[in-house]
């Protein structure tokens, strides 16, 4: 490999070695696990099964969105680690499912869903500098930032036809205990809790989807049943209506919170669960108050509440002297 000499800088510049195929994919599947905070081939590619067991279409545009968004990091040079574990790619994914669910998948659409998962890396690069002054990464903010941008946008763009299940904009009312909950609704709505961090209401997918966090860590799947189940008896016991528990509405923030602060971010340990129960607790509530609070503008919530209990709990972390933050080798 012959080295070049850049004008600014005397010494020889080695470049960067191409990527290969094979290394590319995996980065993407990892990027697809990452979506539940899994560095791990095999669960994306469980993930990726999962969502076409409920949607070939959804899969696609998980497998495109990741692609392009990590594509976009390799073309601006994000250092290869990052790159390689997939840290670039699953808001990509997550911008592409949500582009196709909230939008008509017409062929402007498709070339928006490129043109997101290019930008959610771009959105990615700038919250993660700026959040690191606060020691927190992004998480699934640059997902919520950039689909809400397209979501807004269909009010003046003709062209972007939603699909009608945007929540029509209108100061949110008092609500009703409705329907009467039992056990095939925990049972399928335990489940709908998991697949829907996909957007997807199929028992069969969350089955999969729980059965790839198994595959990357015990610990992971357990913590991604116990949010699920935590996330909708709190629902349940407050008064939310059954049809919203089934479908695992209330559940999928706190699998990703029991998932993000139990086995990624903070050291194991019988204080840490405690902690990560009360922040699964706390994640039903702000789920319902970030649904009221954005309502009026016709959003959904997405993952937001998700996004603000693990930045409060992680900024907590450090006054309590029972807890630790996890470093790269106490990772489950």
């Not at 670039?88 to 949500?98: D, E, H, S």
């Not at 049809?243 to 998932?259: D, K, R």
Request: with cysteine; charged share 5%.
């Amino acid at each position: 490999m012959s080295a070049r000499l850049s004008a600014t800088d005397p010494l020889p510049v080695v470049p960067r070695a191409p990527w290969s195929v094979l290394a590319f994919a995996d980065a993407v599947l990892r990027g697809i696990g990452q979506v539940m905070l899994q560095n791990n081939r095999y669960a994306g590619l469980l993930f990726v099964i999962a969502i076409a067991s409920s949607s070939p279409l959804f899969a696609l545009a998980a497998v495109l969105g990741t692609a392009i968004s990590t594509a976009t990091a390799v073309w601006l040079a994000v250092d290869r680690p990052s790159v390689r574990d997939g840290l670039c790619g699953f808001n990509g994914a997550l911008v592409a499912i949500a582009l196709l669910v909230f939008l008509q998948p017409t062929a402007l659409t498709w070339a928006c869903v490129v043109f997101a998962a290019a930008g959610s890396t771009v959105v990615t690069a700038a919250m993660s500098g700026m959040l690191k002054t606060w020691n927190v990464p992004p998480l699934t903010a640059p997902f919520v930032l950039t689909s809400w941008c397209f979501f807004l946008a269909t009010a003046r763009l003709g062209r972007l036809e939603p699909t009608g299940l945007l929540p029509a904009a209108m100061l949110p009312r008092a609500a009703t205990v409705d329907g009467v909950v039992t056990l095939v609704t925990v049972g399928e709505g335990l489940f709908n809790g998991v697949a829907q961090v996909f957007f997807q209401q199929s028992v069969i997918a969350g089955v999969l989807f729980t059965l790839g966090l198994f595959v990357s860590s015990w610990r992971a799947g357990a913590l991604a049943l116990a949010g699920s189940v935590v996330g909708l008896l709190v629902a349940w016991w407050l008064g939310a209506a059954e049809t919203a528990i089934h479908a695992g509405v209330f559940g999928f923030n706190s699998v990703l919170v029991a998932i993000a602060l139990g086995s990624a971010f903070l050291v194991p340990g019988w204080a840490a669960m405690l902690y990560v129960l009360l922040a699964t607790v706390v994640t039903t509530l702000v789920a319902a108050a970030v649904s009221a609070a954005v309502q009026p503008v016709g959003l959904p919530g997405l993952t937001l509440p998700f996004v603000l209990v693990t930045w409060l709990f992680l900024w907590a972390a450090p006054a309590f002297r029972r807890l630790r933050l996890a470093g790269p080798d106490d990772q489950a």
